[in-house]
């Protein structure tokens, strides 16, 4: 992730990533999750990923473990009483969550309305997450599309016709 110094965290503990995709909401938080599930394994951190799961699930799997040092939120689908309960057991970072809540951390593009966090907000285009086909393009290709007439730019991804 641009901009977050991994270095905060602690490698010897693990990371839960909760996150949801289905066709009303479309799948770039699960999108966004998996990219940064990615990242997090390969810089060595113990990663779990959570998708589409209830939640009584999500409070059962994640209240059974233990070492769990990060709790790392990329959906609005999950009641706010558990996300208080989780804020209140263990550190906690949003992506992009506007709901009414405080966490310990949260992440965002920009701040179209005002938050509450505990500890820090990171706001600005250098904490996007983006995915490896994206960060990997060359400099001459990115060169090149500074002069195009029309760039498309998407963050996210959504299946409303129930396609894919």
Same mark, same amino acid.
Request: with cysteine.
């Given at each position: 992730m641009i901009g977050l110094n991994l270095n905060i965290l602690k490698k010897n503990n693990k990371i839960v990533i909760i996150t949801n995709s289905n066709k009303n909401i479309g799948n770039g938080h699960f999108v966004r999750s998996k990219n940064l599930c990615y990242i997090l394994k390969n810089n060595n951190y113990k990663? +779990? *990923? *959570?998708h589409n799961i209830k939640d009584k699930e999500i409070e059962n799997k994640i209240f059974k473990q233990r070492n769990i040092f990060l709790i790392i939120i990329d959906t609005n689908q999950i009641k706010i009483q558990l996300i208080n309960k989780l804020i209140n057991n263990f550190k906690v970072l949003c992506l992009d969550n506007f709901q009414n #809540? !405080?966490?310990?951390? @949260?992440?965002?593009?920009?701040?179209?309305?005002?938050? $509450?966090? #505990?500890? +820090?907000?990171?706001? &600005? %285009? $250098?904490?996007? @997450? *983006?995915? @490896?086909e994206i960060t990997k393009i060359n400099k001459k290709k /990115?060169?090149? *599309? #500074?002069?195009? !007439?029309?760039? %498309? #730019?998407?963050? &996210? /991804?959504g299946d409303i016709k129930n396609q894919g």
């Amino acid at each position: 992730m641009i901009g977050l110094n991994l270095n905060i965290l602690k490698k010897n503990n693990k990371i839960v990533i909760i996150t949801n995709s289905n066709k009303n909401i479309g799948n770039g938080h699960f999108v966004r999750s998996k990219n940064l599930c990615y990242i997090l394994k390969n810089n060595n951190y113990k990663t +779990q *990923l *959570l998708h589409n799961i209830k939640d009584k699930e999500i409070e059962n799997k994640i209240f059974k473990q233990r070492n769990i040092f990060l709790i790392i939120i990329d959906t609005n689908q999950i009641k706010i009483q558990l996300i208080n309960k989780l804020i209140n057991n263990f550190k906690v970072l949003c992506l992009d969550n506007f709901q009414n #809540i !405080k966490p310990h951390y @949260n992440i965002l593009i920009h701040e179209h309305k005002k938050i $509450k966090i #505990i500890n +820090q907000k990171f706001v &600005g %285009l $250098k904490y996007i @997450n *983006l995915r @490896n086909e994206i960060t990997k393009i060359n400099k001459k290709k /990115s060169k090149e *599309l #500074i002069y195009k !007439k029309n760039v %498309l #730019i998407c963050i &996210g /991804s959504g299946d409303i016709k129930n396609q894919g």
